[in-house]
């Protein structure tokens, strides 16, 4: 884009079943200057200096909504669209469900996996028969709670009138034998591999050419938008102790293109709507599944 073309930020606000558009203007707008709606509501249209804009619209708006004009003189301007149709639990569960790329159930035996930025094959086609989901990482500590899975005791170890040989009978190693101790680690073999969100763990012997890019792409692309801001390492230890924050640890080279990520989709971002009281504002692509 031009520095002289004007920038279109469109937000999905499934909440309120609308649709928050903002313009910013390098030059104030005119008599000439004119917004519309497509005839089926699913774009925006700007007139503004001779160039005509378009942009995909997040959801359909109902068509015909007449937009009020722009106000003479101004750099930014606003509307809000109200979606098209009827609101149902499935449109709004749909809106604000979180997918994420993978799940074993998900992941056929077939997939192959191949490297973000050489497209060099890590995995092959048929290398991985067994795909498991991997635990919440906190696991271990919510099976305090899990009283109905304490694990039984063997008929071995009990004594002739019933009772339990508590000398004999060690409950975390029986715990760990049916996979659910606090010690239980787990480790993929040849064929199996585990996931989660944002880890794979993999047999060494199953990847090859272990040694990421992004490519633009003409359609348009969900994003979610993303309050963050740098914090010290002591605000992270505060953070850390609260019961209302809840971390993912990632490696630093992930961290920082997020980061990197973040600062430059701020770029794509009216000046007025990328700063949030102390909060910085970007956008990161959102997880779409293929239908």
Same mark, same amino acid.
């Given at each position: ?132 989901? @991997? %635990?919440? $990482?906190?696991?271990? *500590? ?11 005791? &063997?008929? !071995? ?92 640890? @990632? %490696?630093? $080279?992930?961290?920082? *293109? ?11 971002? &009216?000046? !007025? ?13 959102r997880y779409q599944p293929k239908p």
């Amino acid at each position: 884009m031009s520095s002289s073309a004007p920038l279109i930020y469109a937000e999905l606000l499934s909440n309120i079943r609308q649709v928050s558009v903002i313009v910013a203007l390098c030059e104030p707008c005119d008599s000439a200057t004119k917004v519309e709606l497509s005839e089926n509501g699913k774009q925006f249209l700007l007139r503004h200096r001779g160039q005509l804009i378009t942009l995909g619209l997040p959801s359909q708006a109902i068509s015909g909504f007449q937009l009020q004009k722009p106000i003479l003189g101004n750099k930014e301007l606003s509307w809000r669209l109200p979606l098209a149709g009827q609101a149902s639990r499935a449109s709004i569960e749909g809106a604000q469900s979180n997918e994420v790329p993978w799940s074993a159930k998900d992941l056929p035996s077939d997939a192959e996996f191949t490297c973000r930025r050489c497209r060099a094959i890590i995995i092959e086609k048929g290398t991985i028969k067994v795909w498991k989901d @991997l %635990p919440s $990482e906190n696991w271990a *500590e919510m099976m305090d709670f899990w009283h109905c899975h304490k694990p039984d005791i &063997p008929a !071995s170890e009990k004594e002739a009138d019933g009772s339990s040989s508590y000398r004999s009978y060690d409950a975390e190693k029986v715990a760990a034998s049916k996979g659910y101790g606090a010690s239980t680690r787990f480790l993929a073999s040849s064929g199996i591999a585990l996931i989660d969100i944002t880890t794979f763990v993999l047999y060494p012997a199953d990847c090859k050419n272990l040694t990421s890019s992004s490519l633009a792409s003409a359609t348009p692309t969900l994003a979610m938008k993303v309050f963050w801001r740098l914090v010290s390492t002591e605000e992270a230890a505060v953070l850390m102790d609260s019961d209302s924050v809840e971390s993912i640890e @990632l %490696p630093t $080279e992930g961290i920082l *293109e997020i980061e990197g990520d973040l600062r430059e989709s701020a770029l794509w971002l &009216p000046s !007025s709507a990328r700063k949030f009281k102390e909060w910085d504002v970007g956008l990161l692509a959102r997880y779409q599944p293929k239908p």
